[in-house]
């Protein structure tokens, strides 16, 4: 019986853990959305403007103010295009 006790212990411990990393994700991702939000407001830029000067959707551009995608490594370097910034900026939050 104490096996089975640790083994329901150890599930309840890493699901905690898992929904404080899902947390910290969604928290870093919505600061991360509303950096891009200032920059494109700052920029006066609407999101068919970024997406002109960049390759991505500005449907994908929306979800990731919004705080809805995790864009890779490579769509942030090409967002910084977009906004006609430095990659580096997109994480200054």
Not at 32 to 44: L, M, V
Not at 47 to 64: L, V
């Amino acid at each position: 019986m104490l096996k089975h006790n640790n083994l329901i212990s150890f599930f309840f411990e890493l699901s905690e853990k898992l929904l404080y990393m899902d947390e910290v994700a969604a928290n870093t991702l919505r600061r991360f959305g509303e950096n891009i939000a200032k920059i494109k407001k700052n920029k006066k830029l609407s999101y068919r403007k970024i997406a002109a000067n960049c390759d991505i959707e500005h449907s994908d551009i929306k979800r990731y103010v919004d705080g809805k995608i995790n864009p890779t490594l490579l769509s942030i370097v090409d967002l910084a295009k977009g906004l006609d910034i430095n990659p580096k900026d997109l994480f200054d939050f």
